[in-house]
């Protein structure tokens, strides 16, 4: 959804919606996949969120943050879990996937247009 850092803050927020593929701290753009969703569908997350800071001291203390260990995929897992509408990046430092459209909102139009023209 944003571009920033992820947070573990932000994959806090969205690991139990399915898998993750990036650490804390990776690089991220919009259109990105940063994990997959348990259910069929494609949702957009933010996990540049971070976590505000208040000089209030809350009478619990904070917990220890703890999350699962994201799965790093090869160039051939890479490769075979692409769809139609998605790109993988191979740098030399790192491995992406990403959408073909990074835009959330022209995604959503193309593929309204897609299903109008389908009917």
Not at 44 to 52: E, S, Y
Not at 55 to 84: C, G, H, W
Request: aromatic share 6%; net charge neutral; with cysteine.
């Amino acid at each position: 959804m944003e571009s920033g850092k992820s947070s573990t803050y932000g994959i806090m927020q969205v690991e139990d919606r399915g898998t993750i593929f990036v650490e804390p701290g990776t690089e991220i753009y919009e259109g990105m996949i940063v994990g997959e969703h348990t259910r069929e569908n494609d949702i957009t997350v933010n996990i540049t969120k971070v976590k505000a800071a208040t000089n209030i001291r809350s009478a619990n203390k904070d917990q220890t943050s703890v999350i699962k260990k994201p799965r790093i995929m090869t160039l051939e897992e890479s490769l075979e879990y692409l769809n139609d509408d998605e790109y993988c990046e191979v740098t030399p430092e790192s491995i992406r996937l990403r959408k073909k459209i990074l835009d959330k909102n022209e995604r959503e139009r193309q593929a309204k247009k897609k299903k109008f023209a389908e009917a």
